[in-house]
């Protein structure tokens, strides 16, 4: 199209209406629908589409087209959303150096049984460590991804799952080891019809991502498959340590992980419901978008993350061949 007139030229500058509409567009190009951009930027569903049609008619061009009730991009809207996904990163590295260099802040999601299980308890030994950083914990559970963190500001993402991320660097990795665990009054009354003993199982049915409900048992049946002669009854949770404390109610045997339940084995309040050794759980995995130097904030929580969960598994282990 021919730009004859000056309004023609001031349709495709950037301008405060532009740019918002922009942004608008490139998080209805994600999400896929108008409805999920919405609901992301927590807005109307008209809203995303008003300002949609605005910028198309601004531009003179179509940028998606409609397939199975599916947004799907047009060859214009590819083109645009790449530069605004560039746009975006550079946009997003320069703020967040600024945020660092002036605070020394770090955002950190955690998967909350492990949040609260041990990320929170050991805050203070970091605080020691780093008194230069401070950190600002979340704990959600999500699909790891480069979006999500990008769009929530998240630096450093604590992830307890079997693969990687392939948009994520991954930045430290311990794999878990995990075994039954119970009060030691349960355990002793397990015993005590000399027979197989019988137990409730108490199940996280979000274990980690990328894995079936029961998948821990499942491991460890497969390992000790006399387990499974044993079961008595189900009850079912969605976080580990939902388990953890419904074990400690001596309700049944729950799937420890190592990590996770050392503070409670060191305060004698759960014991291990077996004699047999822990078997491979899933991985805890520190991923981040932007890791930066050896030195940056990232670095060094990430560092700190594995030695101390490393120490925190290791004393576990220590603990278990000591019960008697």
Known sequence: MALSKPDDLDAYRLDPQMLSDLWVFRHAARAGSFTGAAQRLRVTQGAVSQRVIRLEGRLSTTLFSRKSGRLVLTQSGEAVLASMDQVAVLLSGTLSRFDRSQRRSVVVSCIPSLATEWLVP????FYRENPDIQLFIRSEMFQPSAEFL??????VLLSYSRDGVSD????????????PVCTRAYREAMMAGGGPPELTRLHDDAPCFG??????????????????????????????????????SEQGVAMGRSVLINRLMARGELVAASDLPPVPGATYRVFAVRPGNARSPVRRFANWVIQALERTQRDTLAMISRQP
Do not use: C
């Not at 990008?150 to 630096?155: A, L, R, S, T, W």
């Open 122 to 125: 050991s805050l203070d030994e």
């Open 150 to 155: 990008e769009d929530e500001n998240i630096d």
């Open 211 to 248: 894995g079936p409900q029961d998948t821990e048992w499942r491991v460890w049946e497969t390992g000790q498959p006399t387990w499974r002669d044993q079961i008595s009854g189900e009850r079912h949770f969605n976080l580990a340590h939902l388990a953890y404390h419904a074990a400690l």
């Open 168 to 179: 994520l660097h991954e930045l430290a990795r311990l794999p878990e080891l995990i075994m």
